[in-house]
C-alpha cells in the first residue's frame, strides 16, 4: 500500500556545497592545501581538471541562488574560504574583493529568501600554514583559525544567523594523516593524527566562543558520522566497532555536544603513549563552548571486524585494531564505491536523539555521485536520474520514521545543488539536482530537481515502496 511520507512545514530542504568545490580560484589571495595538491600532481585528478574553475560560482552565484530557490530550496550551506577572506593570515585582515563577493551571496540569499548556513572551514586550510607551522598540528593554526572566524562574525555576524565550524573534521586528520587520499597523504600517522583530532575540537570550541560573543546567531559543527556495525554478533567485534565508533565518530560528536572526549579513546592513547598535548585550560574551553545544532553528513556506514592480520607499519594508528569488513551482498554505489545502507540514517537519528541531548540537528549532506549521467539525458536535453530520487526517498523514508519517533531533526540537505568539483575525483561523479556543462558552464535542472520542487511543496511524498 502506498504511503505518505510528511515532513514539518517549516522543515530546511536544501543543498550543501563548499566555497573550494564551486567558486574557483579568481581573486584568492592564498591557495589552499587543494589548490596545491591540484598544483603540484594535476595528474591525480579525474581528466586533469582542477579547482581553478570548478562551477565558477564566483561568476554566477546569482543565477545560482535564482535556480536553487526555483526548485524548492528554502536553505543552502556554502562556505567561506579562509584563503580567500583572509588578506593577512596571521593578523585576520580581510581581503575587499572577498568580503564583497560574500556580502553579495549573503544579499542574494536574502533577496530570495534562502537561510544562509555559512560553514568556515571545508578542508581547505591554507597551503602557507601548512608549509610554516604543520598545519592542523599546530596550536597556532588554532589561533590564527580563531581570528579568520572572528573576522569572519564581525563583518557578517548580524546579517547570518546559521553558522557551522567545521565540515567532516573527522576526514582531515583520516583522509590526510591515516589513509593518504587527502594532501598531505600521509598514512598511518596515528600520533600526528590524534592531535589534530584535538587542535580542531579546540578551534572549534574556541569559534563557538566568538560567535556567541559577538554575534546573535546559532552555531554548529559538521559531522560525517558512519555508524560503524560489528560484522559479527562476537564479543570481540562488537568491542571493536565501539573502539571504532570512539576514534571516528565520538572524537567530535561527544565534544562537540558534551564537551569531552570518550574516555575510551582516552585510555587508549594513554597506553599507547600517543595522547595529544593539551591542558586544563583549553579543556575548559572545549568543555564551555558546545554546539547549538548539529549537522550529519551521511554517506555509508563503516563495517568492522576485528584485526586478525597485524597492520604493517612503524606507526601507532587506530586501524590496529580493527579491520574493513566487505559485507557480502551489499549494495554498493559502483561510481563512489560506497555502501548504500539508508537504515543508518534511522540509527543516526536515534543515536542523536537518546544519546546527545536530542539536540536540534539536520541532515547536512546525504546523496549519490554517479559517472556519465549524460547517456540519461532524454529529448528535452534533462538528465532523468531516477535512481537518484529513489535513493533520496529512501533515505528520507527512515528520517521520518525516526522523526515520528521523537528525534528532533529540522532539515534535510542533499550534496548538492549544482555539481560540483571534488577532491581528487574532479568532476567525474555529478551529485546535483542541477547539471552543469562543463564546456559551456550551462546549468540544467535535473529530474530529482523537480522532484524537489514538489516535495517541498507537498511537505513529503508517496512512498513507492515501505523500506526498513
Ligand atoms: C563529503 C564532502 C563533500 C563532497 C562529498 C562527496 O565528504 O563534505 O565535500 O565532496 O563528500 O564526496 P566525493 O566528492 O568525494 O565523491
Known amino acids: 500500500m502506498s504511503q505518505k511520507v510528511t515532513f514539518p512545514e517549516d522543515f530546511w530542504w536544501g543543498a550543501a556545497m563548499s566555497g573550494p568545490q564551486m567558486e574557483g580560484t579568481f581573486e584568492k589571495p592564498h591557495e589552499n592545501v587543494m589548490d596545491y595538491w591540484y598544483k603540484t600532481s594535476k595528474e591525480e585528478f579525474?581528466?586533469?581538471?582542477?579547482?581553478?574553475?570548478?562551477?565558477?560560482?564566483?561568476?554566477?552565484y546569482k543565477?545560482?541562488?535564482?535556480?536553487?530557490?526555483?526548485i524548492g530550496m528554502n536553505s543552502f550551506r556554502t562556505s567561506i574560504q579562509w584563503s580567500r577572506l583572509i588578506k593577512d593570515l596571521e593578523t585576520g585582515e580581510p581581503?575587499?574583493?572577498?568580503?564583497?563577493?560574500?556580502?553579495?551571496?549573503?544579499?542574494?540569499?536574502?533577496?530570495?529568501?534562502?537561510?544562509?548556513v555559512l560553514n568556515l572551514h571545508h578542508f581547505d586550510l591554507p597551503i602557507e600554514l601548512f608549509q610554516k607551522y604543520g598545519g592542523?598540528?599546530?596550536?597556532?593554526?588554532?589561533d590564527l583559525y580563531a581570528k579568520f572566524a572572528k573576522t569572519a562574525f564581525e563583518l557578517f555576524g548580524d546579517q547570518v544567523h546559521y553558522w557551522t565550524t567545521f565540515n567532516e573534521p573527522m576526514v582531515i586528520p583520516e583522509a590526510g594523516y591515516l589513509c593518504g587520499f587527502h594532501y598531505p597523504k600521509y598514512v598511518n600517522k596515528g600520533k600526528e593524527a590524534m592531535q589534530v583530532i584535538y587542535n580542531l575540537n579546540l578551534a572549534s570550541a574556541k569559534a563557538i566562543a566568538l560567535c556567541h560573543e559577538i554575534c546573535d546567531a546559532k552555531i554548529g559543527n559538521i559531522l560525517n558520522l558512519t555508524p560503524a556495525y560489528p560484522a559479527t554478533d562476537s564479543k570481540e567485534d562488537q568491542e571493536t566497532s565501539k573502539i571504532v565508533d570512539a576514534f571516528y565518530n565520538r572524537s567530535f560528536l561527544e565534544p562537540a555536544v558534551h564537551g569531552v572526549f570518550p574516555q575510551e579513546m582516552i585510555d587508549i592513547m594513554k597506553e599507547n603513549d600517543v595522547?595529544?598535548?593539551?591542558?586544563?585550560?583549553?579543556?575548559?574551553i572545549i568543555k564551555n563552548n558546545t554546539i547549538d545544532f548539529l549537522g550529519?553528513?551521511?554517506?555509508?556506514?563503516?563495517?568492522?571486524?576485528?584485526?586478525?592480520?597485524?597492520?604493517?607499519?612503524d606507526y601507532w594508528s587506530p586501524e590496529q585494531y580493527y579491520e574493513e569488513y566487505d559485507m557480502p551482498g551489499k549494495r554498493v554505489n559502483p561510481y563512489r564505491g560506497w555502501e548504500i545502507y539508508p537504515k543508518a540514517i534511522y540509527d543516526i537519528a536515534k543515536n542523536v536523539q537518546e544519546n546527545y541531548n536530542n539536540i536540534p540537528w539536520f541532515i547536512s549532506e546525504n546523496g549519490m555521485g554517479v559517472e556519465g549521467e549524460e547517456r540519461y539525458i532524454n529529448e528535452e536535453g534533462k538528465i532523468e536520474d531516477d535512481y537518484r530520487i529513489d535513493f533520496y526517498e529512501?533515505?528520507?523514508?527512515?528520517?521520518?520514521?525516526?522523526?515520528?519517533?521523537?528525534?528532533?531533526?529540522?532539515?534535510?540537505?542533499?550534496?548538492?545543488?549544482?555539481?560540483?568539483?571534488?577532491?581528487?575525483?574532479?568532476?567525474?561523479?555529478?551529485?546535483?539536482?542541477?547539471?552543469?556543462?562543463?564546456?559551456?558552464?550551462?546549468?540544467?535542472?535535473?529530474?530529482?530537481?523537480?522532484?524537489?520542487?514538489?516535495?517541498?511543496?507537498?511537505?513529503?511524498y508517496i512512498a513507492k515502496d515501505s523500506y526498513q
Open 394 to 460: 529512501e533515505h528520507l523514508q527512515l528520517l521520518a520514521k525516526a522523526m515520528e519517533e521523537g528525534s528532533n531533526c529540522f532539515g534535510y540537505h542533499a550534496w548538492t545543488g549544482i555539481d560540483c568539483w571534488s577532491w581528487n575525483n574532479a568532476y567525474k561523479n555529478r551529485y546535483g539536482f542541477i547539471a552543469l556543462d562543463l564546456e559551456t558552464q550551462k546549468r540544467t535542472v535535473k529530474k530529482s530537481g523537480e522532484w524537489l520542487k514538489k516535495v517541498t511543496e507537498e511537505h513529503g
Open 296 to 313: 550529519v553528513n551521511y554517506y555509508h556506514p563503516k563495517r568492522v571486524k576485528t584485526r586478525t592480520t597485524p597492520l604493517d607499519c
Open 136 to 142: 592542523w598540528e599546530s596550536k597556532h593554526v588554532v
Open 95 to 116: 581581503d575587499e574583493n572577498a568580503v564583497k563577493f560574500y556580502q553579495d551571496v549573503i544579499d542574494e540569499c536574502k533577496k530570495n529568501d534562502i537561510i544562509l
Open 63 to 70: 543565477e545560482d541562488i535564482k535556480m536553487m530557490k526555483s
Open 275 to 284: 595522547l595529544w598535548d593539551q591542558n586544563e585550560e583549553e579543556l575548559e
Open 46 to 60: 579525474f581528466n586533469g581538471v582542477g579547482p581553478t574553475v570548478a562551477t565558477d560560482f564566483f561568476h554566477h
